[in-house]
């Protein structure tokens, strides 16, 4: 299991009227937390992306448990429990900074060659790091 | 059932380096097509709010089968098919204007009183006019 | 001069604690707004856009008289007062369903080579346009 | 003068199909950056709307120098300059990680007490505190 942890400090600009973090703002936090978590281990999406592949969400899942308020310390943690091959699941858990839990979601994305569009396996630096860190 | 259609212009600053409309978009496009079936069928959120009441998001699922583009002329579909007490359960399909259908979500909500924060049956204008939609 | 007029009902997402349209929303609505001026009078950015050409923002500036709310129905009027050559200058003016001015903005464009990454005249087709729209 | 300064990684979201941060996102990441100015020096500006007191924006310009993209990390620079009484001026200038300049910008805030929705001077803490940083 890969698992890595990204504080995010909530904006003003991220809250309602009823003073909660608006559900939509977590996709994007989301989105940080697995970027961060690339760049723990060694990658980063902006090189793959340049490589050619690129990752679109195919499915998000996202349930809400507690909600975040204006200036509350996040954290996000992100995991990958299974071996990614052309799907990678992230799960996510947002901890506010009581230790409250506030959601949970299962994200899909793939990896796809940019010229085709078509699914593929993850490119070969990315698919090594990934296998070394699951034989650990 | 109760159902709605919302058509919505992809601008340009909802897409992302890949072309596409980035997946956090379609949340608020999903909570744009209910608060519109609200307003087709007499009801307003606002109208709930000021009444006291909230509505958040207790949990939302999408699964993206096919991107939108900046321009895109979309069309979401926005279905109530349960009677709704506590909780309501939205379904979504969305679709670009060549009929590809390009995601479909469920997004469920409950009532809330704003003072106690506790979950509620619908305020009765809301319940009445939801009950009769569903007796038709 | 051109002068178009866009309604946008303001997003829940939109809105801030304090209850008002979030500032940064503006700025998301004006490029809505020159958008659907070009598209009334024949043009589409996103033509233009895959003809070789883009239209970075080169300056904004802002000044909020009043403030927008959730569920109001505003009028974002666009303006184009200069006849535009490598620089497009739009002038806005918001106002809500009662009329009251909320704010007004200039935003200066320009269109620039995308291969080059070098600012440029319009292409000949919005040139064209353009020019016989201002010596109406 | 009073001054900080915030690093800001660019989500992906926050980037547009021409490669680059759209431009009504730095309007975010500013409001980001007077927040944490304000707490570099002992200010909440959570605590501040919690005493009553709001600070909606009058006025924002910007311009910009050159584009960021995806996976940059930022340096947002804010300043006051000038003692605030009932505005406030934040300056702004953002980097780039190879110290390029990209944008700068002026925004103008208020105080304005919540109930009347009236201009009012600062509270008193932030006063003395705002004060002292000028005598330095």
Redesign the interface.
Same mark, same amino acid.
């Not at 608006?22 to 703002?25: C, F, I």
């Not at 679109?56 to 809400?64: E, G």
């Given at each position: 299991m890969i698992e890595h942890s990204l504080n995010i400090?909530v *904006?003003?600009?991220d809250? #309602? *009227? $009823?003073? =909660?973090v @608006? @559900?939509?703002?977590y /996709?994007?936090y989301f !989105?940080?937390g697995r970027?961060e978590l690339f760049r723990a281990f060694g990658l980063? %999406?902006?090189d793959i !992306?340049e490589s050619g592949i &690129?990752m679109? /969400?195919?499915? $998000? &899942? /996202?349930? =809400?448990l507690n *909600?975040a308020f %204006? #200036?509350d310390l996040l954290t996000v943690k992100t995991f990958i429990r299974e071996e990614p091959r052309v799907r990678v699941k992230f799960e996510y858990e947002t901890y506010n900074q009581h230790g409250l839990l506030l959601n949970t979601a299962e994200i899909v994305l793939c990896f796809m060659k940019k010229e085709t569009k078509k699914a593929c396996f993850p490119p070969e630096n990315v698919r090594k790091i990934i296998s070394e860190l699951f034989q650990k």
């Open positions: 400090r *904006p003003y600009a809250t #309602d *009227p $009823m003073g =909660f @608006h @559900h939509a703002n /996709v994007r !989105e940080n970027a980063n %999406y902006k !992306e &690129q679109p /969400v195919l499915s $998000m &899942q /996202v349930k =809400f *909600p %204006y #200036d």
